[in-house]
């Protein structure tokens, strides 16, 4: 078995069992290793169908910030992406929430989710960058 099967299959489980934050990390890092458009396709219908679905696990922003600036140190973008996602989901007009989750979204190989990132960035805070 692969290592993106093992995670695939883990996605799957987390999933089936109503942890959409752990699916979704799951789902990411099966797809770190595939080629670049398998990797959008997978990766986009992932976070369409769990992003969603992702309830704060932090307690404030700021603590969810902090996490995911220290797993992106980790280079743990999955984890990172999860504090992320936690963020624009409880306090939407938080542009650099929204510009971080765009660079990990260009880095995992995804311009449209990305721009639309940047493009709510910007709405928020034109002067942003």
């Not at 992406?81 to 939407?92: N, Y």
């Amino acid at each position: 078995m692969t290592v993106e099967r093992g995670e695939e299959d883990r996605a799957g489980w987390h999933e089936a069992d109503g942890d959409a934050a752990a699916a979704l990390a799951d789902s990411v890092r099966a797809v770190e290793t595939l080629p670049s458009g398998e990797r959008r396709m997978r990766l986009r219908a992932a976070i369409d169908r769990l992003g969603p679905r992702v309830a704060s696990a932090f307690v404030s922003a700021e603590d969810a910030r902090m996490r995911a600036e220290l797993a992106l140190r980790r280079g743990d973008r999955a984890a990172a992406m999860l504090a992320l996602l936690s963020i624009v989901r409880g306090a939407r007009a938080d542009a650099a929430a929204h510009a971080a989750l765009a660079a990990i979204y260009q880095s995992l190989g995804l311009p449209r989710l990305a721009g639309s990132e940047w493009s709510t960035c910007l709405a928020i805070d034109p002067a942003y960058g």
